[in-house]
C-alpha cells in the first residue's frame, strides 16, 4: 500500500468542512465527488476536483492501480507548483487529503456526482452502470467521461436516464479549460445545468453538443489521426514529418501522432473502432498500423514507446 493512501478499505463515510472562503459555493450541495476509473483521464479528473475543494472517492478494480494513480497526482502537483511559483499553488499534501480510494464500488454510497472514466468499452460501461446505480442515491447525477459511447445508449440501462450526461474531460484534465458536454435523449435541463454548474466551479467551460458516436472532438479527431497513421504505413511520411506538417503549416501546438501518442494508443482504436460499428462507414476503418502498434503495446506516453520514445 502506497503511504499516500489515506483512509482504510473500511469504508466510513466523511466530509472534513471546506475553507471559509469556499463555504457555499459548491453547486446545489455538491460536495463529494465519485470518480470511477483511475487511469491518466480518472486521476486527472480526481486532481481537478481536489484542488478545487472537493471531496474525492476515486475507485479502481486494484490497490495498484490507485496507488499507481495518487503516486502520479503527487508528481504532476509538483510540477505544477514549481511552474505556478511559489506560494501560489496549495500544498500536494493538502489536496492529496481530499482524495480518498477504494476498490469497492460502494464506497460510492455518499457521493453526491459520480464522474465514470473507464476503458472505452460498451461492455465494461454497461456493467460499471449497472452497479453503480444500485449504490447510489436516487438523483445522483451520472457524468459520463467517454470519446465515443452514445450517452443516450448508457442512460438506459440505469433506473435514471435523465440524471446521465457525457462530460468528456480532455488530457490533461487539471490544464485543459474545456469541456466537451454532451446531452443524452434522456438528460433533463436539471441535470445539464447542474453539471456546467459543476464544470464553471473547476474553471472550466462547457461547451453543450448533442448526442452522436465521437459526438463532435472525436468524431473529427480520430479521423485525423487514423489517416495520419495511413500516412506512416504507406511510407508517405514519418511520424515526425506528419507532426511537423500540423505544426508549421496549420499552427497546432501539437501534431496527430504526438496527440496520439499524449491519449493513448488504445484509447484511440476502442475510440475509432466504436464509431467504426456505431456509423458502419468505412472512413471509420482502423488502420491496421495503429493495430498493430496496440497489440505490441507500444501504446505512446503510458508505456514509454509509441509513435515516438519517451
Not at 461547451?207 to 468524431?219: E, L, S
Not at 511520411?237 to 501518442?261: I, K, N, S, W, Y
Amino acid at each position: 500500500m502506497s503511504p499516500s493512501r489515506n483512509w482504510p478499505h473500511t469504508w466510513t463515510a466523511w466530509s472534513p468542512p471546506l475553507s471559509p472562503e469556499r463555504q457555499g459555493r459548491h453547486p446545489l450541495s455538491i460536495r463529494t465527488v465519485g470518480v470511477v476509473g483511475a487511469g491518466t483521464i480518472g486521476r486527472g479528473v480526481a486532481q481537478a476536483f481536489a484542488q478545487a475543494e472537493y471531496e474525492v472517492v476515486l475507485i479502481d478494480v486494484t490497490d495498484s492501480r490507485l496507488d499507481d494513480a495518487l503516486s502520479q497526482i503527487r508528481r504532476d502537483l509538483l510540477v505544477q507548483g514549481m511552474v505556478a511559483g511559489s506560494g501560489a499553488k496549495e500544498d500536494p499534501g493538502t489536496v492529496l487529503s481530499r482524495i480518498r480510494s477504494a476498490t469497492a464500488p460502494e464506497a460510492l454510497a455518499d457521493v453526491d456526482f459520480v464522474v465514470e472514466n473507464v476503458t472505452e468499452h460498451w461492455d465494461t460501461k454497461r456493467e460499471v452502470y449497472e452497479r453503480i446505480d444500485t449504490i447510489c442515491r436516487p438523483g445522483v447525477i451520472f457524468g459520463v467521461n467517454t470519446s465515443a459511447v452514445p450517452i443516450t445508449r448508457l442512460a438506459s440501462v440505469t433506473t435514471r436516464p435523465e440524471s446521465v450526461i457525457g462530460l468528456h474531460f480532455m488530457n490533461p484534465v487539471p490544464l485543459v479549460d474545456t469541456v466537451e458536454v454532451v446531452r443524452g435523449h434522456f438528460t433533463s435541463e436539471e441535470t445539464l445545468d447542474t453539471a456546467l454548474s459543476l464544470l464553471r466551479d473547476l474553471g472550466k467551460e462547457g461547451i453543450v453538443v448533442q448526442d452522436a458516436p465521437g459526438f463532435v472532438t472525436n468524431r473529427v479527431l480520430m479521423l485525423t489521426v487514423n489517416e495520419a497513421v495511413f500516412c506512416v504505413q504507406d511510407q508517405v511520411a514519418t511520424a515526425a514529418q506528419v507532426d511537423q506538417m500540423f505544426r508549421g503549416c496549420f499552427g497546432h501546438r501539437m501534431g496527430p501522432l504526438e496527440t496520439a501518442d499524449l491519449i493513448g494508443l488504445d484509447t484511440i482504436l476502442n475510440s475509432i473502432t466504436v464509431m467504426y460499428e456505431s456509423y458502419r462507414d468505412s472512413k471509420y476503418r482502423p488502420a491496421p498500423l495503429l493495430q498493430k502498434m496496440v497489440d505490441a503495446k507500444l501504446l505512446g506516453r503510458k508505456t514509454g514507446r509509441g509513435f515516438y520514445t519517451y
